[in-house]
């Protein structure tokens, strides 16, 4: 080593150190000057060190600190054995559970002593939603995906989602983003969402369009429809797609005006009672031939009660042909905190507060065949609910557990 090559190794390195200090001086001094953070005012440059930290904890809890069946909406345990059987693995394993099923609400399917054998094993009955109807929707499996809207998803995860579930005969919910070319791809069943907004059936003004929704409902791989009331993750609450990303796809599949926001109304215009949400039911069957169900959150029994009761005096054939109980820890692509954790019935409590709303109903003389949809996944807790529901509904994870397409639902909003 020459002394030249020393003495500009250290000059070098003097530089780099006096570079360092001078930008650690200009942080401290725009901490302390600045008027947006007290806590980098208080604590200049350390006070850094929190937003750094709290960024990287995120991932360090996920890697190294969560229990393998502690985390919400899916534990670890859950998100393996679902990449497993994505990638055709099997979905076995050694020694025995590690879930807790001493916990409180923890899922136990009762088993019969004499196992059905394979040899004797038949398909589940179809289920036939609005019979009345000119075209009944004969559903066969009781796991289906529930509405994520094209925007809220990528073209991608959308596509992936139609393909899959035309592979796994399951029908797909387009949300209430409109129905785009990529619901369409792999050919599966749809039920197309009328959200507040009327996304892809409205007319210039937002009211329903119902040139448009004729056309919908001519196509075949459009089965039903339903009208979307109300979400678990943002109960009384509509949603905003940022102008910014409203591109000429959306604006084409949605009908809206190109690089406005596009607002979802808190409710629809023309449904403040349960008459006259029963009255739309029955326009959008009318118009379309084609079954027409409800999604809703409740927070109490009454609200089911009401509309019950408006079906009991109009007659049964003023009735949704199926209704969707979301849980208030639904998912959303985007929704305020304060409503996603706070408002709305979890699944566990209200799907059986709905279904005896319906029992009661039905030995009171209304059409007790209502289809009953849960737009959540099973967590513990839900299973005596499940029971007694005749199908449900299971958002995202679908595509996952055929296997086939195992691209996860990313949202883009
Ligand atoms: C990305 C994303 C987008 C969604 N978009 C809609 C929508 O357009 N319309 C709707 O009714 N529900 C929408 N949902 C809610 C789901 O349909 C479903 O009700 C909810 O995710 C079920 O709860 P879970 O997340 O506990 O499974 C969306 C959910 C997610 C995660």
Request: hydrophobic share 40%; with cysteine; proline share 5%.
């Amino acid at each position: 080593m020459t002394a030249d090559f020393v003495y500009w190794l250290f000059t070098g390195m003097g530089w780099l150190a006096g570079l360092v200090f001078l930008l650690l001086g200009v942080m401290f001094v725009r901490d302390l000057t600045q008027t947006h953070s007290s806590v980098r005012r208080n604590f200049p440059l350390v006070g850094r060190m929190r937003y750094f930290l709290e960024g990287q904890g995120e991932f360090f809890r996920q890697y190294f600190f969560a229990h393998d069946r502690q985390e919400l909406p899916f534990n670890r345990a859950t998100r393996s054995w679902v990449y497993r059987k994505a990638k055709g693995l099997p979905g076995t394993i050694g020694f025995g559970s590690t879930n807790d099923l001493r916990e409180p609400g923890s899922i136990i399917f009762v088993n019969s002593p004499y196992a059905i054998l394979e040899s004797d094993l038949h398909c589940a009955p179809a289920l036939v939603i609005g019979p009345q109807c000119c075209h009944p929707f004969v559903v066969q499996h009781i796991v289906n995906i529930s509405g994520m809207s094209f925007g809220a998803l990528s073209s991608r995860a959308v596509e992936a989602l139609s393909i899959g579930a035309a592979e796994a005969g399951v029908w797909l919910n387009t949300g209430e983003g409109g129905l785009s070319p990529y619901h369409l791809k792999g050919g599966c069943s749809l039920i197309f969402q009328i959200g507040t907004a009327k996304f892809g059936v409205r007319d210039a003004q937002g009211q329903l369009d119902e040139v448009r929704l004729r056309e919908l409902a001519e196509l075949p791989q459009v089965r039903a429809f339903e009208l979307k009331l109300s979400q678990g993750a943002k109960p009384g609450k509509g949603g905003i797609l940022p102008g910014s990303k409203v591109t000429a796809e959306i604006v084409a599949i949605r009908g809206i005006p190109e690089g406005e926001d596009a607002i979802s109304p808190n409710r629809h215009q023309e449904i403040s009672n349960p008459d006259e949400l029963l009255d739309v039911i029955e326009r959008v069957r009318r118009i379309t031939g084609k079954p027409v169900g409800m999604k809703t959150v409740i927070g109490s029994e009454i609200y089911p009660q009401q509309l019950v009761a408006a079906i009991l005096r109009r007659g049964a054939v003023s009735a949704p042909d199926f209704i969707t109980l979301d849980g208030g820890e639904g998912g959303s692509g985007a929704a305020p905190q304060a409503l996603a954790d706070h408002v709305g019935l979890s699944l566990s409590e209200s799907l059986p507060l709905l279904v005896d709303v319906l029992y009661q109903a039905g030995s009171a003389g209304a059409d007790s065949d209502h289809r009953l949809g849960q737009a959540g996944d099973l967590r513990p807790g839900r299973l005596g609910a499940l029971c007694r529901c005749r199908f449900c509904r299971q958002c995202a994870g679908v595509s996952i557990l055929t296997g086939l397409h195992p691209v996860a639902a990313v949202s883009s909003e």
